[in-house]
């Protein structure tokens, strides 16, 4: 048996998901709610003591961090391979994914910001979302969501958040060629890796960052990817406690061609 504890539109979820639909893989969702802080529930720690999502279950044995994950799904099931034959091949994708780690940051506080605490302010209040952050088992969680509600973290740190994002793109933009794809011909747990950080920046209303003109082998990239049957599974995955982005006034659409 197969089940993905996740949430609708955590990246690192997405990073799972997609992965499984990409290897036709059957699985069973356990829907992790991050804005009721089921990770934080005590059956959930048990399995993820670091109260975070993805967590994949096989056979009641627990999975932890998406990039494993993915490396394990791919391991694990039939179907296409998402990780390169030969070995240069494969350290070429994880060194990519490595450079995906470091923008990670920057997306995290731009949706914490921009997103996340709007919507959790529409549910609790301040105090509550304090007192949550302190529940947090991750240091760096409890760090940045508290100071998020307390207004500490101000436009120079999120002006240095979209740097980090414009050098994941430049490196991306660079990696690409010669394409089609980021490890060259063929589609890997690479560019699954960096696919929902796309997405979520589109949501944020900042796809301007590979337009035609500034960024075209990305711009082009992203285009090939979104047509993807797993890609659509993944990033669309409802919200299914309801809301969704809507419900703090952003979006969430496919590439547009610009």
């Given at each position: 048996m197969v089940e993905l504890y996740h949430f609708?539109?955590?990246?690192?979820?997405?990073?799972?998901?997609?992965?499984?639909?990409?290897?036709?893989?059957?699985?069973?969702?356990?829907?992790?709610?991050?804005?009721?802080?089921?990770?934080?529930?005590?059956?959930?720690?048990?399995?993820?003591?670091?109260?975070?999502?993805?967590?994949?279950?096989?056979?009641?044995?627990?999975?932890?961090?998406?990039?494993?994950?993915?490396?394990?799904?791919?391991?694990?099931?039939?179907?296409?391979?998402?990780?390169?034959?030969?070995?240069l091949g494969r350290a070429r994708m994880r060194e990519f994914i490595r450079k995906c780690e470091d923008g990670f940051d920057g997306i995290v506080k731009l949706t914490i910001v921009k997103y996340i605490l709007p919507k959790l302010r529409n549910r609790w209040g301040d105090a509550?979302?304090?007192?949550?952050?302190?529940?947090?088992p991750m240091r760096y969680?409890?760090?940045?969501?508290?100071?998020?509600?307390?207004?500490?973290?101000?436009?120079?740190?999120?002006?240095?958040?979209?740097?980090?994002?414009e050098e994941l793109l430049d490196r991306v933009e660079a990696t690409l060629d010669?394409?089609?794809?980021?490890?060259?011909?063929?589609?890997?747990?690479?560019?699954i890796a960096v696919a929902p950080y796309m997405f979520r920046l589109s949501a944020l209303g900042a796809d301007q960052f590979w337009s035609k003109s500034r960024r075209p082998r990305v711009n082009e990239?992203?285009?090939r990817l979104s047509v993807r049957p797993a890609f659509k599974t993944a990033v669309f995955w409802p919200d299914e406690s309801g809301g969704g982005y809507e419900e703090v006034g952003l979006r969430a659409t496919m590439p547009a061609d610009a």
């Open positions: 609708w539109s955590s990246v690192c979820s997405v990073r799972c998901r997609m992965a499984l639909e990409e290897k036709g893989v059957a699985w069973t969702s356990r829907y992790i709610d991050l804005f009721k802080f089921d990770q934080l529930k005590p059956d959930y720690l048990k399995i993820n003591p670091d109260g975070i999502v993805p967590t994949l279950v096989h056979n009641g044995e627990p999975v932890r961090e998406s990039t494993i994950i993915n490396e394990y799904i791919d391991d694990a099931f039939p179907g296409p391979k998402l990780m390169p034959a030969d070995p509550e979302l304090i007192k949550q952050a302190a529940r947090r969680y409890q760090d940045v969501h508290s100071r998020a509600v307390r207004g500490e973290i101000a436009e120079a740190e999120l002006a240095a958040a979209r740097g980090m994002i010669p394409g089609p794809w980021i490890v060259g011909s063929e589609f890997t747990l690479a560019d990239w992203y285009q």
